[in-house]
């Protein structure tokens, strides 16, 4: 199978083009930097020839604009980023026949609900994040119907920094990390969403997916239980989300639980301590 990734560089991508290479894919792996083939998402003729160049017929589309205050700051780069160069991306999965594997956020769901979001509940976005992703799934859903797009949430793994590492960091260096204690979401092992998303690809089942690992939990708990496995004794501050102030509103509740992976017949997600535990243990050596 031939695979490309773009945004190569980044967390989940890391993940997926090692777990691509073991399984001997042959992997194009994209990006802005110096180690990747080059294309910016928002670049049409950068994509187009990279496209023609290497006719994938896996696309794992991994590149966005992430970081969600920076998103509420320039919109129209988010918009560009993360609604036209997934658009883009969908359209030249379509034209060289390639299957577009397209990552999206719980940050669809406003976080009024009380329930895990499953696969066909309605959206409703708070943030320019939550609506770029969103318009960027439209984009897919209208321009490749060979699709997946896969929803996950607060993602954490080897590659990358993200709230484990943020409160490791604070907690080894003698700080007592600020944590919100009433923030609740499915904290996701990136190394489990590569392997379901290896998986998904072979089921020609296309449409939309959760990929989180389950049961709810919340920032605090998470982050506790991480702190308490490594033996580090660090009081966390707690803080609560309605003290919170950041540019981007966020849901305060999106847990996501999937339908459709069972239906598909792929293997259930780990729950969240499962995989915070096997976390811990790559962080232990
Ligand atoms: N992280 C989470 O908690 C989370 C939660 C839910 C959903 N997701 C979704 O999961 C996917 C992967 O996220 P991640 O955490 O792996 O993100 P990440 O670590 O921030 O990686 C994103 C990658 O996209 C690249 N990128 C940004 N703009 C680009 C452009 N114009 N052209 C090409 N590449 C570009 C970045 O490269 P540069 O280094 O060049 O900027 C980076 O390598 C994204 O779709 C994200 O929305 C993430």
């Not at 994938?56 to 780069?77: G, I, S, W, Y």
């Not at 190394?191 to 939990?217: M, W």
């Not at 004794?233 to 996501?256: G, H, K, N």
Request: with cysteine; proline share 7%; aromatic share 10%.
């Amino acid at each position: 199978m031939r695979v490309l990734i773009t945004g190569a560089g980044g967390m989940l991508g890391a993940e997926l083009r090692e777990l691509c290479t073991t399984l001997g894919y042959e992997v194009v792996t994209t990006g802005r930097k110096a180690d990747l083939v080059p294309m910016d998402i928002t670049h049409p003729e950068q994509v187009r020839t990279a496209f023609d160049q290497y006719r994938p017929e896996v696309v794992f589309h991994c590149a966005a604009m992430t970081n969600v205050d920076a998103c509420e700051r320039q919109p129209q780069l988010a918009y560009r980023v993360n609604s036209f160069g997934t658009e883009l991306i969908a359209s030249h999965c379509h034209r060289v026949g390639a299957i577009c594997v397209a990552i999206s956020t719980d940050y669809v769901f406003d976080g009024t609900k009380q329930a895990p979001y499953h696969e066909y509940d309605p959206v409703n976005p708070l943030s320019v994040y939550g609506r770029s992703k969103w318009l960027g799934e439209e984009g897919v859903r209208a321009l490749c119907p060979r699709h997946y797009i896969v929803r996950t949430a607060w993602l954490y793994g080897k590659h990358g920094k993200s709230f484990p590492h943020f409160v490791l960091e604070r907690a080894r260096a003698g700080e007592s990390p600020t944590v919100i204690v009433d923030q609740i979401g499915s904290p996701t092992y990136t190394a489990d969403v590569a392997d379901r998303l290896l998986q998904l690809v072979q089921t020609d089942c296309f449409g939309t997916y959760h990929l989180t690992n389950r049961l709810p939990v919340s920032r605090y708990e998470f982050a506790e239980r991480l702190l308490a496995r490594l033996g580090i004794s660090v009081p966390l501050t707690p803080l609560r989300f309605s003290e919170w102030r950041t540019p981007a509103p966020r849901p305060p509740y999106s847990p996501m639980t999937s339908w459709r992976l069972e239906w598909a017949g792929v293997d259930p997600m780990p729950d969240w301590m499962d995989a915070l535990e096997r976390f811990a243990r790559v962080l232990t050596g």
